[in-house]
């Protein structure tokens, strides 16, 4: 079992910044993919950005040139710089951990950008 823990969503206006943090503790291995997930009201949940085990990196086109995704050095920790940000990047940010054909999710964090 993988257990993720998601940090740092909260409450911004419109063209301000946060910075999501997600720590993945458990039966860990070093090949993984990590990325992010977000799901809005009434919405289904889409993908936001990801990093593979070779540090490849994809983003959806909504968020590209506005959000960056890097891990951290420390263990298996993922990071969203996110920039700019508007109203409709407003939903509930899921980080997700996949090595070989398992995958996990975290519970989620909250991301509100207001008008």
């Known amino acids: 079992q993988v257990q993720l823990v998601e940090s740092g969503g909260g409450l911004v206006q419109a063209g301000g910044s946060l910075r999501l943090s997600c720590g993945a503790s458990?039966?860990?291995?070093?090949?993984?993919?990590m990325g992010w997930y977000r799901q809005a009201p009434g919405k289904q949940r889409e993908v936001v950005a990801v990093?593979?085990?070779?540090?490849?990196?994809t983003y959806a086109q909504s968020v590209r040139g506005r959000f960056i995704i890097s891990r951290g050095y420390a263990g298996p920790t993922v990071y969203l710089d996110m920039n700019d940000l508007r109203p409709d990047d407003t939903g509930i940010y899921f980080c997700?951990?996949?090595?070989?054909?398992?995958?996990?999710w975290g519970q989620g964090t909250q991301v509100t950008v207001s008008y």
């Open positions: 997700n951990y996949i090595t070989g054909t398992k995958g996990y």
């Open positions: 458990g039966n860990i291995f070093s090949a993984n993919t």
């Open positions: 990093i593979d085990p070779d540090d490849k990196i």
